[in-house]
């Protein structure tokens, strides 16, 4: 082929990217790319098998294997942590938990005892071999978390024994191209069960599967105690915590702070506490965040910190804000409801559906600037209500989030499947 039969051909490609769907194939056919580019380098450098038999006898004794999609500090990730703690409390057996990515949470684990892998391929296999295939079998039950694990299942959907999903994902993640293109349907009626972590799961799950096959099921969450640091200056200070990027909300809150008045504003210290995905769109996002935020001296931007360090964060704060479009059960709202502060929640989050408004919580409309002002301005001018309000909100913790309620819930879902 001449180079201009090259050049001619390279600009059909560009030119059928102009629709909708080609661009959608464009970016699956990418993202299927770069995964198989990173595992092979990763494969490249690694000196043996995850596979190996040590691993091979830990697991055919353990009964349960959970899938994470990642080891890092974040929601779904936690999720499969508590499901672990709940299924050594049933059965006095630590299953084993395997995920393509490593991260700090594994640490974790590792220090609970709970026998971990890192296999970079794990969602990515074309042809799997024998020992891999051996080792998945060796378990009695096969627990997927997080629909990001979609891999997992495509590939091992008739190996797995009792496979069961745990989804805790929302329109962002159903709405992907790359999940639009899995046919959900398939690997849905694959698993013996769905579990649904949040009921804003719901009806996004109905388009692929029948109504007895979906099970709500809430997480639990470790009661530990925090004793109240008041922030020496005196100042109500609010925290929102998470990945920076749009989905969380965090241009919300600081435009909802830029409309303070400034004797209000002053009364405040407002945190935003986390990092963005080191990749462009999220860097553009945060610095775009960084610079409004920046204008007003009452914002402090906070990286990622290690969890001793969150723990003093959480202390001092007075109100814990999520202004996420969408996020079906953000794990942070469900501590500052433990800890018995004032959470300040979006109504397009899981957590809305379980709050009443001006009761136990205070909930403001989604992607509303305005109305999240409003709310602050409102905690700013009545701060002797902090208090109630945080009271009741540790009620609505213990009605849906106590680790013995979600031991119960997860005995009863695997007596039913």
């Not at 719901?202 to 969450?221: F, I, M, N």
């Amino acid at each position: 082929m001449t180079k201009l039969h090259k050049l001619y051909k390279l600009l059909n490609i560009l030119w059928s990217l102009r629709y909708r769907e080609n661009r959608q194939n464009f970016e699956i056919a990418l993202y299927e790319y770069l995964v198989r580019l990173k595992q092979s380098e990763l494969l490249s450098t690694s000196p043996e098998s995850p596979y190996k038999n040590e691993t091979l006898n830990s697991g055919s004794s353990s009964g349960v294997l959970l899938i994470a999609h990642e080891f890092s500090r974040t929601g779904a990730p936690f999720a499969v942590l508590y499901l672990a703690r709940a299924l050594f409390a049933l059965h006095g057996v630590r299953p084993v938990i395997i995920s393509p990515m490593d991260g700090p949470l594994r640490e974790e684990f590792e220090q609970e005892g709970y026998h971990t892998i890192v296999d970079p391929s794990l969602l990515s296999y074309r042809i799997c071999s024998s020992d891999v295939c051996d080792f998945i079998l060796g378990f009695e039950r096969v627990i997927v978390t997080s629909l990001a694990a979609y891999g997992f299942i495509r590939h091992f959907r008739g190996i797995g024994k009792k496979l069961t999903w745990w989804i805790h994902e929302t329109d962002d993640w159903f709405n992907a191209p790359v999940i639009m293109n899995a046919d959900l349907s398939l690997l849905f009626a694959a698993c013996e069960s769905i579990w649904l972590g949040s009921p804003l799961c719901l009806p996004l799950a109905l388009q692929y599967t029948s109504q007895d096959k979906l099970h709500l099921l809430l997480y639990g969450c470790p009661d530990t105690v925090l004793p109240h640091s008041p922030h020496e200056s005196g100042k109500i200070i609010f925290s929102i915590v998470g990945s920076v990027d749009e989905r969380k909300g965090q241009d919300v809150f600081v435009e909802a702070i830029s409309r303070l008045p400034e004797e209000l504003r002053t009364k405040a210290v407002f945190r935003i506490i986390g990092s963005p995905h080191p990749s462009v769109r999220f860097v553009k996002f945060y610095k775009t965040v960084r610079a409004k935020g920046d204008l007003f001296p009452e914002v402090e931007f906070i990286s990622s910190v290690p969890s001793d360090e969150l723990q003093e964060l959480y202390a001092e704060t007075d109100v814990f804000v999520s202004a996420s479009r969408d996020d079906p059960m953000p794990i942070v709202i469900t501590q500052g409801l433990m800890y018995s502060k004032l959470c300040l929640c979006s109504s397009a989050i899981g957590q809305a559906r379980l709050l009443e408004d001006g009761k136990d919580g205070l909930i403001f409309a989604n992607d509303s600037a305005e109305a999240l002002s409003a709310k602050i301005a409102w905690i700013l001018e009545n701060p002797n209500e902090l208090t109630a309000l945080g009271v009741a909100g540790r009620i609505i913790y213990e009605k849906y989030f106590l680790m013995s309620s979600f031991t119960a819930n997860v005995e009863l879902l695997m007596q039913e499947s």
